[in-house]
């Protein structure tokens, strides 16, 4: 069974950087698959915000490209997100999750997710 | 980028009533309509994909028809623990989601 698990700090200053990790259990990121981040808040809803593959390509949402980053550490069985300059817009509950790219592309699998807070 | 338009934003139904959900993309997007379920304070689970595809382990109940711009969720006869909000995503360019239907007991 994979699962997936969000850590990172729960409070985040303006204008500083949101960092996430993602550790996967279960299934080996070197073996393929899309690793992505997904948003929820109640303004804006669900959020899709970068993905990342095995070998490291990645792909953003356009309107947040500026300010998210999204890395891999395969030999740690991690991905991450960075998301800079940060304001209060951006607290949200953050989603990692595992993509299938099969017609398009759909989340079979997603961590419970970690809420993040921006505040001073 | 493609915009989703779910609609209603919420229903009322009763357990065994007939349920549809409809989501439009602002442009073809070709099938790749994903749609899911998500029950307060967890992650959203996946029912279908590539507009009708039932995801393993999802209930029959469930289907998903739709081409072009327009796409449906059928509940055919809603379970108490159907009683969730769902959300549709399209993945022909990058992923956006619907906005969300909340399904609320009658």
């Known amino acids: 069974q994979v699962h997936l698990q969000e850590s990172g700090p729960g409070l985040v200053r303006p204008s500083e950087t949101l960092s996430l990790v993602c550790s996967v259990s279960?299934?080996?990121?070197?073996?393929?698959?899309?690793w992505t981040w997904v948003r929820q808040s109640p303004g804006k809803g669900l959020e899709w915000l970068g993905t990342i593959n095995h070998i490291g390509t990645t792909y953003y949402n356009p309107p947040l490209k500026s300010r998210v980053t999204v890395s891999v550490d395969t030999a740690k069985n991690q991905f991450s997100l960075n998301m800079n300059s940060v304001t209060a817009e951006d607290t949200a509950v953050y989603y990692c999750a595992r993509v299938v790219a099969v017609a398009g592309s759909f989340v079979d699998y997603w961590g419970q997710g970690a809420l993040v807070s921006v505040s001073s | 980028d493609i915009q989703m338009t779910q609609s209603p934003s919420s229903l009322s139904a009763s357990v065994g009533d007939r349920v549809t959900i409809t989501c439009r993309a602002s442009?073809?997007?070709?099938?790749?309509l994903n749609w899911y379920q998500q029950k307060p304070g967890k992650a959203p689970q996946l029912l279908i994909y590539g507009a009708s595809t039932l995801h393993s382990g999802v209930p029959s109940t469930f289907s998903g028809s739709g081409s072009g711009t327009e796409y449906t969720l059928t509940i055919s006869s809603l379970q108490p623990e159907d009683f969730a909000t769902y959300f549709c995503q399209q993945s022909y360019n990058g992923a956006t989601f619907g906005q969300g239907t909340k399904v609320e007991i009658k």
């Open positions: 279960g299934y080996s990121i070197s073996s393929g698959y899309y």
């Open positions: 442009q073809t997007i070709d099938n790749c």
